[in-house]
Every structure is written in structure tokens, then in C-alpha cells.
């Protein structure tokens, strides 16, 4: 699945009030931090997750894994928090179609 620019601005106001659901912890992104983030995915469909380092690369290094291991897609990352979207069979979010 993928979205266009509208989309993408729908999810990020959609997102804007939302909390960090999942905070990655010390030991970084092992697979029960994953599995949170499957599973928080499929109970939200947006959620923002919250990666506590300053790299640039292992930040990026993170977000890519995140959205290949869950088959998610990133909306954005601003600072150290990435919102995902991953469509559930709920259909809880209605995005726009154009």
C-alpha cells in the first residue's frame, strides 16, 4: 500500500494530538519491541513511536527496519518520534482518496 502527498497531510493531522504509544528502551529494537509495535498497529493503525538517539543513520537504520519488519508505513519522523500507519481490517482511520 501507498499513499500520496494528501494522504500522508491527512495521517500527519490525524496523528498531531496522538501520544507515543512505544518507547524503544536501552536495549533498542529487539523483537518484543517490535512486536508491541505490530501489535499497537493493529489496535490503532497511527501510532508514534519514540527512538531515544541523536544518530542520524541509526535513527534511520531504525525507522526502516520498523516499517519492513511490521509492513507499516512511515507518515514521518520529526525529532526523535516516528508516526506509523498500517491499515487494519477495522478500517478504524477513513483516509481521503484523492
Do not use: F, W
Not at 44 to 54: A, F, G, N, Q, S
Not at 60 to 82: D, H, M, P, Y
Amino acid at each position: 500500500m501507498s499513499l500520496n502527498n494528501k494522504q500522508i497531510q491527512y495521517l500527519k493531522g490525524v496523528a498531531h494530538p496522538l501520544k507515543p504509544v512505544v518507547l524503544l528502551g536501552n536495549n533498542g529494537l529487539t523483537e518484543a519491541v517490535v512486536a508491541e509495535i505490530d501489535y499497537a498497529l493493529g489496535h490503532h493503525e497511527l501510532i508514534k513511536v519514540k527512538i531515544p538517539t541523536d544518530d542520524r543513520e541509526t535513527k534511520a537504520l531504525i525507522v526502516e527496519a520498523i516499517c519492513r519488519e511490521t509492513n507499516a508505513i512511515k507518515v514521518q519522523v520529526i525529532g526523535k518520534t516516528l508516526v506509523i500507519y498500517r491499515e487494519s481490517a477495522e478500517k478504524k482511520i477513513r483516509i481521503p482518496k484523492v
